[in-house]
């Protein structure tokens, strides 16, 4: 099992930029596909971005491809989401998760954090 904790979320501006980052706990942290997915109010959680456990391999929802960005430090144990150009739909929770496999499907991540708000105003 894996720890996850996220921080950076906040308000800001459209066409801003937020960079999130999520410590995990554990040993096997560069075992682990690492995502993000959001989720808005009122709405069901959805995927944003994904990455390999070596971070060779991502894949973005088209909604944040060419916008966001996903990394990873496996020295530091933390994956992150730059975020540009935000735009007001962006607003949500954004919770990290990880997963034995490389995937967009939420079902298959087992481990999640508690999610850090987002909230772009135009």
């Known amino acids: 099992q894996v720890q996850l904790v996220e921080s950076g979320g906040g308000l800001v501006q459209a066409g801003g930029s937020l960079r999130l980052s999520c410590a995990a706990s554990?040993?096997?942290?560069?075992?682990?596909?690492m995502a993000w997915f959001r989720q808005a109010r009122g709405k069901e959680r959805e995927f944003a971005a994904t990455i390999s456990a070596r971070g060779g391999i991502t894949s973005y929802a088209d909604s944040v491809k060419g916008r966001f960005t996903i990394s990873r430090d496996n020295a530091k144990n933390t994956v992150y989401l730059q975020m540009n150009d935000l735009k007001p739909e962006d607003t949500a929770v954004y919770y990290c998760?990880?997963?034995?496999?490389?995937?967009?499907?939420?079902?298959?991540?087992?481990?999640w954090g508690q999610g850090t708000q987002v909230t772009v105003s135009s």
């Open positions: 998760a990880a997963g034995l496999v490389f995937t967009v499907r939420e079902s298959q991540y087992r481990d």
């Open positions: 554990g040993r096997t942290f560069s075992s682990y596909a």
